[in-house]
């Protein structure tokens, strides 16, 4: 950050900090991981807000005195999977903060968890900070770019409340994990694992938006189970934690300033 | 694509297939690569298309009957290197088709290649094909997303005229190659490696906008330099071979339309 965005970043803060947050943007992965958020909340989807063509999903709607605006990148066109990974993620994050200029985003989502830095499956994370571990570029200062490491939005009042676990999250286009990823990992210090959560830190950074990282942990990366099998079969279960989190999440930040976060 | 996608598209290119081509986006991931284009189009720079806050870069010119927009990624906010990679990439492309409405894009840039498949420093390849090679995600029909193989608008006419070499192109966010990348682009009977073709080439079919991939080899990936000491000695030498091809495909698909390439 150069000095002068670094008083950009103060003023937009200080200008959104002494007022209740308002609107909330939630950027999810994965359809089943948004669905029971839609059906929570009694959202509707919205159509207008988004390019024609694209296969990202809007819904929209009011909980208590919050705007929810809840989007995801949807079914691939050709191959009907979810579009996961931090392209599609950056690309929602980025059309979706043009088009509805939120207070604050919350990535939610699940991760894989190292059980040697204290993850089981089911534990909810706020992340502490975001950083890309498959971006390995060795010339000097290209290297920290591709890392990208980058401070979640600062909530130690929310932290408090919640009992959540708190840890850094390392973010990868793979979801399997090879020795350099694991590598990167270690050197990030990462306690859990995902596809999108750098990358939505680098698009809100990027324009300036504030951003929350809630992730339910499916799958123990250091463990013995295969990591695919493991995340199909707990995503359901783990799901409904993750949205009883995002949930508790809401009601706390309801009638708060980001300052009290 | 599903039946409806492969229709909408056919109707947009025949709409544009039979007049010529006037608009076109050139993007471009380092600003040592973008600036001797800027210099040789005489182009202007272009302040009002892009979001406040964003590094990214837009130059704009007319050359013989076509109006040029090159688009980089600029220099980092807080480190001041080039914004290489996936995710800014897509971010241009993205924010740029929505700006300009291209009927064409070329993404130009420097590759690594393999000799093995007959590629040597100063080449220019005339991609026929786009893959990622670091999103592992070992899902049925998830591996396949992860893959994300594209077809690169088709341009015998191109091909035959300028006598550029023709191979596949596999991205990733490294500079580097581990062996599971290696593994990756063999699977994709890759020639030139590079850090953004892919996730252009993604974006283009999203938003329904033909392109050409145009990339300069500045280092044998199965060579015995190492990768970021070739790549750095070669980048001017090769960027003059670079900008020298695309002005030749410029001058090539002046007045020409999308049928004729």
């Not at 994965?30 to 390019?51: G, H, R, W, Y």
């Not at 920290?144 to 676990?165: C, D």
Request: net charge negative; charged share 20%.
């Amino acid at each position: 950050m150069t000095p002068s965005g670094d008083q950009l970043e103060d003023a937009v803060v200080s200008h959104i900090e002494d007022r209740p947050i308002s609107s909330i943007l939630i950027i999810i992965a994965m359809q089943a991981e948004a669905l029971p958020l839609v059906n929570k909340f009694q959202l509707t989807e919205e159509l207008s807000m988004l390019p024609k063509g694209v296969p990202w999903v809007c819904y929209r709607g009011i909980y208590k005195n919050l705007n929810i605006n809840l989007i995801w990148p949807g079914k691939d066109l050709s191959l009907g999977v979810d579009s996961v990974g931090t392209v599609s993620a950056s690309l929602v994050t980025y059309a979706s903060i043009q088009a509805l200029k939120p207070d604050l985003i919350i990535n939610a989502g699940t991760a894989g968890g190292f059980k040697a830095k204290g993850a089981s499956v089911g534990d909810v994370f706020l992340a502490s900070a975001c950083a890309f571990h498959d971006r390995r570029i060795p010339i000097p200062v290209f290297d920290m770019y591709g890392i990208g490491l980058r401070q979640a939005f600062s909530s130690p009042n929310l932290l408090k409340e919640l009992n959540l676990k708190v840890g850094k999250l390392s973010t990868g286009d793979s979801l399997d994990m090879s020795p350099q990823d694991e590598a990167s990992i270690v050197a990030n210090d990462a306690t859990i694992k995902d596809m999108e959560g750098a990358a939505v830190a680098y698009v809100a950074d990027l324009l300036k938006v504030p951003a929350i990282f809630v992730k339910a942990v499916t799958d123990i990366v250091d463990g013995e189970k295969p990591t695919a099998e493991e995340f199909l079969q707990n995503l359901v279960a783990v799901t409904a934690a993750l949205d009883q989190a995002v949930t508790q999440v809401l009601d706390f930040i309801n009638g708060k300033c980001l300052s009290q976060l």
